[in-house]
């Protein structure tokens, strides 16, 4: 089951359902992910392995609205160690600043307290940067990403 987080009036129902996804979903969300331009990936990098690998280990999110993805979280943890690595959100440009990234950070940090885990770790760029603040989490040391094709 997942979890509706807006509310439309007009139409009197909820919209944009997060939930964890089937692994028929795995295409269209490689796809929305590698047209991404702020996640600066390489697609061979996160392969469709990639993602039944993080569905079956990690923390793999979807936030849809008649059933297309709008949204997309996800990320690897350790029990033992008790830390969460939120590795990608992305959102559809047309669906930003409506809730669903919120919705979807605040779904992965409730799976996070089911596995007992203490932190969340993640790597932000400019846009997401005021979403993360209005989170509460708190900025770390600066770092400068490089990356070299090879």
Do not use: H
């Amino acid at each position: 089951m997942g979890l509706y987080i807006c509310y439309n009036k007009e139409s009197n129902k909820y919209i944009k359902m997060i939930k964890k996804p089937k692994i028929n979903e795995i295409k269209e969300i490689k796809k929305l992910v590698d047209s991404s331009k702020e996640m600066d990936i390489i697609e061979e990098s996160f392969s469709l392995d990639y993602y039944e690998r993080i569905l079956d280990k990690g923390i793999l999110l979807i936030a849809e609205e008649n059933n297309k993805i709008v949204g997309v979280c996800f990320g690897t943890y350790n029990k033992k160690e008790k830390w969460a690595d939120l590795l990608g959100l992305i959102v559809r440009k047309e669906f930003r600043k409506k809730g669903v990234g919120s919705g979807l950070v605040k779904k992965f940090e409730r799976t996070c307290k089911k596995y007992k885990l203490k932190t969340i770790d993640l790597y932000s760029d400019k846009l997401q940067l005021n979403l993360f603040r209005k989170l509460k989490y708190k900025q770390g040391r600066i770092y400068i990403s490089f990356r070299k094709k090879l």
